[in-house]
């Protein structure tokens, strides 16, 4: 019998706003512990939470773009536990009436389909502290600079059936996110985070196993580690005849494997019930429509706009329309290249590993997709070759000029005079007698593959400035005469 | 002057009989005399008192004194006070010295009012009688072994005893109007969202309102003036006009129309208390009010929701007083949880563990919809009887309380002959309407209050209506012997 792998995911998107949730505090990463909690943050006695309407304009925002029932009467409740990084005792969260009702996301599996997972809801709700263990030998330290931050929880049907299909989802609700600029979408910072309720049955099988819950994964490679860690964790406990025992694990990403953390017994009652400081949030159609008229782009709308205006293929088309900056980025720089399938190869290949190389935002590039058309116009004009072209690129990317200028500086104009190139050509068949003689002798059908040795010669020679083309056509000629004479 | 009511000391102030800072000077030394006895201030603040009024006696000199101006009140310890401990009658908060203020506090302060201190009260306003305050009981000035009656039972006492001539209040289930009636004075509990709720701490949020008590209706409105608003910082606030309530006081009581709930006048009530509030009635009768017979028929069901709604609210409210960041905690914790549980069990008292653990029940799945669902579906019935009385007539009257003021040490071992005494005020928080209760007699000695109710809102036609009764008769102006 086969095994099959159930995974359902929540994923805490933080929203953008400048504010939290519920006071004036700002958001900002990375500030001293504890400066930016205010009055309300910290729970004084008396203090009362005020909604920020930014965070419902997010929530709405991404209801939109998921096309999901807008929860046009939502109301907030308190999700009551003790915690010392949780200053009310309670979180407040949206439990009966949320936000964002039933919508859904297209994947792309590897096999070039799409799958339609669902989104069973998302909901708003204010973001925990954090405890500090380590700085504070034998005690805790509290920072409540989060505290209050606000968090979209999504939360998706158990359609996912692999690893790979959780991680496909999850890059989609993370490029929809970003796109509708609601969330950074920083994982490392914890703005964009996963929690993964993973269960295995036989195949065909209608009714659930038990399901275990990963919590706080921050990263796209660690979901996928975990997950699969985890069905595998599954399937062998229940092969040796054992039973999955329902509980919450936390991914140890140095040692790659999950481990318990709490089970279902130990399990807090959290005795909602609807926030008394809070009204409902009521919300119209006028308000929705508004909203509706300021949505961006969204990812599989410029995918297939990719498809059809720059004929780019379906996987080039993905990966150039996940990402608002990106496909700006790509756009910019296939318009002034006028070259798409060349402003693509290049985005995709040396710009992304220049950028992941070096841990940099393809917005913080120091080659601007201006400066990448430029070169790129160079190469389709000849001035250049693509090989010199990867040069100029590492000179543009260290900050030396545009590509006109490396080009001048280093002298790296391609050399397209036919009597020069001649001359380096009868040089190369001069020096190389031996392997001239295995041409002639040759088979006429089994020349073209030994033309490539004089070719790297050549460009050898010149440096890789020779235009490649006139190398080719010359050396064929003059060898081919030699063969035949 | 002491004896002067906040309208006659606004009068002596302007007229400059006496400075605020002399004003002042006096109650101080008032209070330092006579509070002993009644234990109604938790914490008296001399030195900010006497920097207000001098203040104030500047702003008068200047030509910029407001109504409020120079006039001495006290805050019940509920209200966050900057600078000043506010302890909410509770050894958590006992070292709490509060980094901000109440919207309450603020607005009291913009208007150049003096604070004398903070009153005593039922621990985080969860009692009937003062007596669960960490600070001793507040005592009956009437009868200092009598009980003040609560949880507003310091600010009741301290105007009855004449130590402040006026003080903020708050009522969840009749916390105003029940200690005003016990001392003989004045209490109004506002429209729920009339008063802003920041920085006053909660207890149930869905039925705290925060309102004045002082001897008569006329120092109410000086002071409601004041207190009410609309406050961005409180979401359930309401963002409505603020009249000056002071206007109407004088308008004619022909035509008003008023109801006698049936429900209001069994026989479980003391016999002298009903005597009482019949005979106010004819007064106002007398004052040109016609009067007719009415029913709210869910009465009997407002104590056993109550009892429910405002523990579970209580439960999650006072889950932040965990001995992480302020307030009390224990010595010595060996982990977190010894901390939480010795925190908290040794920072809260009887009748405050009584109600989290109530309101925990309550919520706690499984149990949910058998009670706090259907506590909530009660509230809406109880509401409705009132809005359903209140499109026939403008006021509803009744007792305020079942009985006198009763004995320290009488009840509390009995919490639920305790919780009876809210029975005529506890479903007017239910319904979120307004009520006052104001002097009527006295049964043995100790005094009698009438309850007056009307739809939301309705502020300026109960203090009408009360001042109109108080201008007919005296009862507001008996002090207890000093």
């Given at each position: 019998?086969?095994?099959?792998?159930?995974?359902?995911?929540?994923?805490?998107?933080?929203?953008?706003?400048?504010?939290?949730?519920?006071?004036?505090?700002?958001?900002?990463?990375?500030?001293?512990?504890?400066t930016?909690?205010?009055?309300?943050?910290?729970?004084?006695?008396?203090?009362?939470?005020?909604?920020?309407?930014?965070?419902l304009?997010?929530?709405?925002?991404?209801?939109?773009?998921?096309?999901?029932?807008?929860?046009?009467?939502?109301?907030f409740?308190?999700?009551?536990?003790?915690?010392?990084?949780?200053?009310?005792?309670?979180?407040?969260?949206?439990?009966?009436?949320?936000?964002?009702?039933?919508?859904?996301?297209?994947?792309?599996?590897?096999?070039?389909?799409?799958?339609?997972?669902?989104?069973t809801?998302?909901?708003?709700?204010?973001?925990?502290?954090?405890?500090?263990?380590?700085?504070f030998?034998?005690?805790t330290?509290?920072?409540?600079?989060r505290?209050?931050?606000?968090?979209?929880?999504i939360?998706?049907?158990?359609?996912?059936?692999?690893?790979?299909?959780?991680?496909?989802?999850?890059?989609?609700?993370?490029?929809i996110?970003?796109?509708?600029?609601?969330?950074?979408?920083?994982?490392?910072?914890?703005?964009?985070?996963?929690?993964?309720?993973?269960?295995?049955?036989?195949?065909?099988?209608?009714?659930?196993g038990?399901?275990?819950?990963?919590?706080?994964?921050n990263?796209?490679?660690?979901?996928?580690?975990?997950?699969?860690?985890?069905?595998?964790?599954?399937?062998?406990?229940?092969e040796?005849?054992?039973?999955?025992?329902?509980?919450?694990?936390?991914?140890?990403?140095?040692?790659?494997?999950?481990?318990?953390?709490?089970?279902?017994?130990e399990?807090?009652?959290?005795?909602?019930?609807?926030?008394?400081?809070?009204?409902?949030i009521v919300?119209?159609?006028?308000?929705?429509?508004k909203?509706?008229?300021?949505?961006?782009?969204?990812?599989?709308?410029?995918?297939?706009?990719?498809?059809?205006?720059?004929?780019?293929?379906?996987?080039?088309?993905?990966?150039?329309?996940?990402?608002?900056d990106?496909?700006?980025y790509?756009?910019?720089?296939?318009?002034?290249?006028?070259?798409?399938?060349?402003?693509?190869?290049?985005?995709?290949?040396?710009?992304?590993?220049?950028?992941n190389?070096?841990?940099?935002?393809?917005?913080?590039?120091?080659?601007?997709?201006?400066?990448?058309?430029?070169?790129?116009?160079?190469?389709k004009?000849?001035?250049?070759?693509?090989?010199i072209?990867?040069?100029?690129?590492e000179?543009?990317?260290?900050?030396?000029?545009s590509?006109?200028?490396?080009?001048e500086?280093?002298?790296l104009?391609?050399?397209?005079?036919?009597g020069?190139?001649?001359?380096?050509?009868?040089?190369v068949?001069?020096?190389?007698?031996?392997?001239?003689?295995?041409?002639?002798?040759?088979e006429?059908?089994?020349?073209?593959?030994?033309?490539?040795?004089?070719?790297?010669?050549?460009?050898?020679?010149?440096?890789?400035?020779?235009?490649?083309?006139?190398?080719?056509?010359l050396?064929?000629?003059?060898?081919?005469?030699?063969?035949?004479? | 002057?002491?004896?002067?009511?906040?309208?006659?000391?606004a009068?002596g102030?302007?007229?400059?009989?006496?400075?605020?800072?002399?004003?002042?000077?006096?109650?101080?030394?008032?209070?330092?005399?006579?509070?002993?006895?009644?234990n109604?201030?938790?914490?008296?603040?001399?030195?900010?008192?006497?920097?207000?009024?001098?203040?104030?006696?500047?702003?008068?000199?200047?030509g910029?004194?407001?109504?409020?101006?120079?006039?001495?009140?006290?805050?019940k310890?509920i209200?966050?006070?900057?600078?000043?401990r506010?302890?909410?009658?509770?050894?958590?908060?006992d070292?709490?010295?509060?980094?901000?203020?109440?919207?309450?506090?603020?607005?009291?302060?913009?208007?150049?009012?003096?604070?004398?201190?903070?009153?005593?009260?039922?621990?985080?306003?969860?009692?009937?009688?003062?007596?669960s305050?960490?600070?001793?009981?507040?005592?009956?000035?009437?009868?200092?072994?009598?009980?003040?009656?609560?949880?507003?039972?310091?600010?009741?006492?301290?105007?009855?005893?004449?130590?402040v001539?006026?003080a903020?209040?708050?009522?969840?289930?009749?916390?105003?109007r029940?200690?005003?009636?016990?001392?003989?004075?004045?209490?109004?509990?506002p429209?729920?969202?009339?008063?802003?709720?920041y920085?006053?701490?909660?207890?149930?949020?869905?039925?705290?309102?925060?309102?004045?008590?002082?001897?008569?209706?006329e120092?109410?409105?000086?002071m409601?003036?004041?207190?009410?608003?609309?406050?961005?910082?409180?979401?359930?606030s309401i963002?409505?006009?603020?009249?000056?309530?002071?206007?109407?006081?004088?308008?004619?009581?022909?035509?008003?129309?008023?109801?006698?709930?049936?429900?209001?006048?069994?026989?479980?009530?003391?016999?002298?208390?009903?005597?009482?509030?019949q005979?106010?009635?004819k007064?106002?009768?007398?004052?040109?009010?016609?009067?007719?017979?009415?029913?709210?028929?869910?009465?009997?069901?407002?104590?056993?929701?109550?009892?429910?709604?405002?523990?579970?609210?209580a439960?999650?409210?006072?889950?932040?007083?965990?001995?992480?960041?302020?307030?009390?905690?224990?010595?010595?914790?060996?982990d977190?949880?010894d901390?939480?549980?010795?925190?908290?069990?040794?920072?809260f008292?009887?009748?405050?563990?009584?109600?989290?653990?109530?309101?925990?029940?309550?919520?706690s799945?499984g149990?949910?919809?058998?009670?706090?669902?259907?506590?909530?579906?009660?509230?809406?019935?109880?509401?409705?009887?009132?809005?359903?009385?209140l499109?026939?007539?403008?006021?509803i009257?009744?007792?305020?309380?079942?009985?006198?003021a009763?004995?320290?040490?009488?009840?509390?071992?009995?919490?639920?002959?305790?919780?009876?005494?809210?029975?005529?005020?506890?479903?007017?928080?239910?319904?979120?309407?307004?009520?006052?209760?104001?002097?009527?007699?006295?049964?043995?000695?100790?005094?009698?209050?009438?309850?007056?109710?009307?739809?939301?809102?309705?502020?300026?036609?109960?203090?009408?209506?009360?001042?109109?009764?108080?201008?007919?008769?005296?009862?507001?102006?008996?002090?207890?012997?000093?």
């Amino acid at each position: 019998m086969e095994w099959e792998a159930v995974i359902g995911l929540e994923i805490h998107a933080q929203l953008a706003t400048k504010s939290k949730i519920f006071s004036g505090a700002s958001t900002a990463f990375g500030a001293e512990p504890n400066t930016q909690a205010c009055a309300v943050d910290l729970a004084l006695p008396g203090t009362l939470p005020v909604f920020n309407a930014e965070a419902l304009r997010m929530a709405v925002l991404f209801g939109l773009a998921i096309d999901a029932e807008i929860g046009y009467t939502s109301v907030f409740d308190r999700k009551n536990y003790f915690y010392p990084d949780l200053p009310k005792g309670y979180q407040t969260s949206q439990l009966f009436h949320p936000i964002v009702g039933i919508g859904h996301v297209d994947i792309e599996l590897e096999d070039g389909t799409t799958k339609r997972v669902g989104v069973t809801r998302a909901h708003l709700e204010e973001d925990a502290g954090k405890s500090l263990h380590e700085e504070f030998p034998s005690m805790t330290g509290i920072d409540l600079n989060r505290a209050g931050t606000p968090l979209l929880e999504i939360v998706s049907e158990p359609d996912m059936r692999s690893a790979e299909e959780a991680v496909a989802y999850v890059k989609k609700i993370h490029s929809i996110v970003t796109n509708l600029g609601i969330c950074d979408g920083n994982m490392s910072e914890g703005s964009f985070r996963c929690d993964c309720n993973v269960s295995v049955r036989y195949k065909g099988e209608e009714k659930f196993g038990n399901r275990t819950e990963t919590k706080n994964i921050n990263s796209f490679r660690f979901i996928e580690k975990a997950i699969k860690g985890e069905i595998e964790r599954q399937i062998d406990l229940l092969e040796d005849g054992g039973t999955i025992t329902q509980e919450t694990r936390l991914y140890d990403a140095n040692k790659d494997e999950t481990r318990s953390m709490r089970s279902k017994e130990e399990a807090n009652d959290y005795r909602y019930f609807p926030c008394p400081d809070l009204l409902p949030i009521v919300i119209d159609d006028e308000y929705v429509e508004k909203l509706r008229s300021t949505l961006p782009e969204l990812p599989d709308a410029r995918k297939a706009r990719f498809i059809e205006q720059y004929q780019l293929s379906e996987y080039d088309a993905m990966v150039l329309s996940a990402y608002r900056d990106l496909s700006h980025y790509f756009e910019t720089t296939a318009n002034i290249a006028d070259d798409a399938k060349l402003a693509a190869n290049w985005v995709m290949g040396e710009l992304s590993k220049h950028l992941n190389q070096n841990d940099t935002d393809i917005t913080a590039s120091p080659v601007t997709a201006e400066m990448l058309g430029g070169l790129l116009l160079r190469i389709k004009d000849n001035t250049i070759t693509g090989k010199i072209a990867k040069q100029v690129f590492e000179a543009m990317w260290a900050g030396e000029g545009s590509a006109d200028e490396v080009i001048e500086a280093k002298g790296l104009k391609q050399v397209t005079d036919t009597g020069a190139i001649e001359a380096m050509v009868d040089e190369v068949i001069a020096a190389n007698q031996p392997q001239v003689d295995q041409y002639v002798s040759a088979e006429p059908d089994k020349r073209g593959k030994m033309i490539g040795f004089f070719m790297g010669k050549v460009m050898q020679a010149s440096q890789g400035k020779a235009n490649p083309g006139q190398v080719q056509g010359l050396l064929k000629q003059k060898l081919d005469a030699l063969a035949n004479s | 002057m002491l004896e002067k009511t906040l309208a006659g000391l606004a009068q002596g102030l302007a007229a400059g009989e006496f400075s605020s800072v002399e004003l002042t000077q006096s109650y101080l030394d008032r209070i330092k005399a006579e509070d002993g006895a009644l234990n109604s201030f938790i914490t008296v603040t001399e030195e900010q008192a006497l920097s207000q009024a001098q203040a104030a006696d500047q702003r008068r000199a200047a030509g910029e004194a407001g109504p409020f101006t120079g006039l001495p009140i006290a805050h019940k310890d509920i209200f966050c006070t900057e600078g000043v401990r506010t302890s909410c009658g509770s050894r958590m908060l006992d070292n709490f010295i509060s980094p901000y203020n109440a919207t309450v506090i603020e607005n009291f302060n913009r208007a150049g009012a003096v604070s004398l201190g903070k009153t005593n009260m039922d621990e985080f306003a969860m009692g009937s009688s003062n007596e669960s305050s960490f600070y001793g009981p507040a005592r009956n000035p009437w009868n200092t072994e009598c009980v003040p009656g609560g949880s507003s039972g310091g600010s009741a006492a301290a105007i009855a005893g004449g130590l402040v001539p006026g003080a903020t209040g708050t009522d969840t289930g009749g916390s105003i109007r029940q200690p005003a009636a016990l001392c003989g004075i004045t209490g109004l509990k506002p429209t729920y969202g009339r008063v802003s709720r920041y920085g006053m701490i909660a207890y149930a949020s869905s039925l705290d309102q925060g309102g004045p008590m002082a001897r008569t209706a006329e120092d109410n409105a000086i002071m409601l003036n004041v207190m009410a608003g609309f406050d961005p910082k409180d979401s359930t606030s309401i963002d409505k006009a603020v009249p000056d309530y002071t206007l109407t006081l004088n308008d004619s009581l022909k035509g008003l129309k008023i109801g006698l709930p049936k429900e209001y006048f069994s026989d479980e009530i003391d016999p002298q208390i009903t005597a009482q509030v019949q005979a106010a009635i004819k007064e106002f009768e007398a004052l040109g009010a016609t009067v007719k017979e009415v029913s709210l028929p869910n009465s009997h069901l407002a104590i056993p929701a109550y009892y429910i709604i405002a523990p579970a609210e209580a439960s999650s409210n006072l889950s932040r007083f965990d001995g992480v960041r302020y307030g009390y905690r224990c010595n010595d914790p060996v982990d977190l949880e010894d901390m939480y549980k010795r925190s908290r069990g040794e920072g809260f008292g009887e009748e405050v563990k009584r109600r989290i653990m109530v309101g925990t029940y309550a919520l706690s799945e499984g149990f949910y919809d058998a009670y706090y669902k259907k506590a909530l579906q009660i509230r809406r019935l109880i509401q409705q009887d009132f809005v359903n009385v209140l499109a026939e007539v403008d006021i509803i009257m009744g007792p305020t309380t079942p009985h006198p003021a009763f004995k320290l040490g009488e009840k509390t071992s009995d919490p639920v002959a305790m919780y009876m005494e809210d029975i005529f005020t506890i479903s007017l928080n239910l319904a979120g309407m307004p009520g006052m209760s104001i002097p009527c007699g006295f049964a043995n000695g100790l005094p009698v209050g009438l309850q007056l109710i009307g739809n939301y809102f309705a502020e300026e036609r109960l203090l009408n209506a009360a001042h109109q009764f108080q201008q007919a008769t005296d009862w507001h102006r008996q002090t207890p012997a000093r």
